[in-house]
């Protein structure tokens, strides 16, 4: 398949906001629903798409079409321990027929390379405990599980 990775624009904006529910493309916990997973993302993208979220670098995988096949969310923020400069992924997502291919890969590199042109030392992210496939690609591209996150419903 034949892409390019590329900064976006505001004009990416809708592609990029229908690939959003990909970000829930595995099977996440009962207490949760889709929504839940890339509601926030996606209020953060549109954000940046109005001018508001300078801290943001967004990427998208585009192919010879100009389709959108792929995106990167970024916020440029101290690490959380430390308070260094970092970076925290707040969004990768795929389209469905375009996985496998190496674009989630090129695009991780991509954010990577503008976040440390941006000052970051480190980049940051979260990713549920049964995302297997998301834990597989994060760990082959070299990041640790670091903190792991508890949750249990105290009233129903």
């Given amino acids: 398949m034949d892409y390019k990775i590329r900064v976006a ?7 990029m906001l229908a690939l ?6 595995f099977e996440i916990p009962e207490s949760r629903t889709p929504e839940h997973l890339w509601r926030d993302d996606a209020s953060l993208l549109r954000e940046w ?5 300078d801290a943001c670098l967004v990427h998208v995988a585009e192919d010879g079409a100009g389709a959108i096949l792929g995106l990167t969310l970024v ?3 101290p690490e959380l ?26 695009l991780l590199a991509a954010a ?9 030392r ?3 992210l979260h990713v549920f405990s049964t995302n297997t496939r998301a834990r597989q690609f994060y760990e082959r591209s070299g990041y640790d599980g670091e903190l792991i996150r508890y949750i249990k419903a105290i009233a129903d």
């Fill in 49 to 53: 798409m109005g001018g508001g979220a």
């Fill in 75 to 77: 916020s440029l923020r």
């Fill in 122 to 124: 480190t980049m940051t």
């Fill in 81 to 106: 321990l430390s308070h260094e400069p970092s970076a925290h992924l707040e969004a990768i997502a795929v389209a469905q027929g375009a996985e496998g291919k190496g674009i989630g890969q090129a």
């Fill in 112 to 120: 990577e390379e503008d976040a440390g042109r941006n000052g970051a």
């Fill in 20 to 25: 959003m529910p990909r970000l829930s493309a």
């Fill in 9 to 15: 624009t505001a004009e990416d904006g809708e592609a």
